[in-house]
């Protein structure tokens, strides 16, 4: 199985609804990765959980709260959403989210559509 | 992306080669990537090269590296249709103890029939 996988693949919320978006591999890997991609634009990191702990956070707002709950699981709780956060939500994961560990590939997900109304 | 700079258009006929041109600014990326996106579709990694390589070719790719310049190419030889796709030339940085892509703006490559 190298397949990543997220659901769901469109979702559509209002700005007070609270929603979650999950991803789920099952690759043994042990980082995995959140980006936000908007059109014609390229992703942009937004987490990263390396060993089930939060190592980057690239100053997202707190109305998007990731969690870990195991090694093969990876959800993006939102709350409080505003209209410019549109965008397609990538998941990815990898072997090994350390440096120094050799070459890293990257896996991606198909992404969820998210429109917040 | 603004670290990594890429044409925005490339359009091409059937059967032609393509390629593809990137610069980084980040001279100590070990690893240098193209990844390939569909429409609605995640990012598919087709290829990377590793720093200290000039050259690297797998079946119709072929990546030149320039470190002196900072630049980065893909060919395509033989483009097909189902090669019309956006191209995304990333550099490694390392941030977090964690080697992660930074990514360029992107190619979209239009390939005519």
């Known amino acids: 199985d190298t397949e990543v996988t997220q659901t769901p693949k469109h979702l559509v919320m209002g700005m007070t609804n609270k929603k979650s978006l999950k991803c789920e591999q099952h690759?043994?890997?042990?980082?995995m990765y959140w980006y936000k991609q908007k059109a014609k634009k390229p992703p942009e990191l937004m987490f990263v959980?390396?060993?089930?702990?939060?190592?980057i956070n690239e100053s997202v707002p707190s109305r998007f709260s990731p969690e870990c709950p195991n090694s093969s699981l990876l959800n993006l709780h939102l709350h409080a959403l505003q209209p410019e956060d549109s965008a397609l939500y990538l998941c990815a994961s990898s072997q090994e989210g350390r440096a120094g560990v050799g070459f890293n590939e990257q896996f991606f997900g198909p992404g969820t559509r998210l429109t917040v109304l | 992306g603004e670290d990594v700079e890429q044409s925005l258009f490339l359009s091409v006929r059937e059967g032609d080669s393509s390629v593809i041109n990137c610069t980084y600014t980040?001279?100590?990326?070990?690893?240098l990537y193209w990844y390939k996106q569909e429409p609605g579709a995640g990012l598919q990694l087709l290829t990377y090269i590793f720093s200290n390589m000039d050259m690297k070719q797998d079946q119709r790719l072929t990546v030149l590296l320039n470190k002196k310049d900072k630049h980065l190419s893909l060919r395509i030889a033989d483009t097909q249709t189902g090669d019309s796709a956006i191209y995304f030339c990333?550099?490694?940085?390392?941030?977090?103890?964690?080697?992660?892509?930074?990514f360029g703006r992107g190619t979209s490559l239009i390939v005519h029939p």
């Open positions: 980040d001279s100590s990326s070990t690893y």
């Open positions: 959980y390396s060993y089930e702990k939060l190592s």
């Open positions: 690759m043994g890997h042990r980082a």
């Open positions: 990333a550099e490694s940085i390392m941030s977090g103890g964690s080697y992660i892509p930074t």
